[in-house]
C-alpha cells in the first residue's frame, strides 16, 4: 500500500468485545508467524473452545487492525476495521445451519428493521478508503445497523 493509502479489514460483529479480552487476544495478534499462532492456540485451547474460535478470530481481526494502525500511520497508511452484522448473501444460509436454521437469524432484533445489503457493506468499505475518510484512522467501525450499540445500552441501563 503506498503513502496515502487505506486499509480495511473485515471483522464482524461477532468481535465486538475485543477491547474486554485484549489482554488475551493481543498475545494472539502479536505471536511470532504461524508456529506462534498455533502455539497460543495450544496454549489456550480451552479459552479459544469457551469463546468460541468465530469469536476469538474476529477479535483478534480488529485487534491486528487497531495495533497495525500506528505503525502504518508512520509510512501515511490509514487502517481501519469494519465489523458488518447480518449481512443477506449466500454466507446467511450456510451461517444458519451452523446454527440450527434461519430461526436464530430470524429472532435478533434489528435496529433498522432489516438485515444489511451487500451494497450497505460495500458503501462503508468504499468511504473509509477514500479521500473523505482520510483523518479515519484505528477505528472499528460496526456496519451491524445499531445492534451493538443497542447491546451497549442496554448493558449500561441493567448496570
Known amino acids: 500500500v503506498p503513502p496515502g493509502g487505506a486499509i480495511a479489514s473485515i471483522a464482524s460483529s461477532a468481535g465486538q468485545d475485543y477491547a474486554a479480552n485484549a489482554e488475551k487476544v493481543i498475545e494472539l495478534v502479536r505471536a511470532e508467524g504461524f508456529a506462534g499462532a498455533q502455539s497460543w492456540l495450544t496454549d489456550n485451547e480451552s479459552y479459544v473452545q469457551a469463546r ?4 476469538v478470530s474476529k477479535e483478534a481481526v480488529v485487534l491486528y487492525t487497531l495495533d497495525r494502525c500506528i505503525d502504518l500511520a508512520a509510512s501515511g497508511i490509514r487502517a481501519n476495521v469494519v465489523g458488518p452484522g447480518v449481512t443477506d448473501t449466500p454466507f446467511l444460509l450456510d451461517s444458519a445451519k451452523q446454527f440450527g436454521g434461519m430461526e ?6 434489528m435496529v433498522l428493521g432489516r438485515w444489511a445489503t451487500p451494497e ?3 458503501n462503508i468499505l468504499a468511504y473509509l478508503n477514500s479521500d473523505m475518510a482520510s483523518y479515519i484512522n484505528g477505528q472499528a467501525i460496526w456496519s451491524d445497523g445499531g445492534t451493538v450499540s ?10
Open 52 to 55: 468460541g474460535g468465530y469469536t
Open 104 to 109: 436464530f437469524f430470524d429472532n435478533m432484533k
Open 120 to 122: 450497505d457493506q460495500a
Open 150 to 159: 443497542r447491546r451497549i445500552v442496554a448493558g449500561v441501563l441493567e448496570s
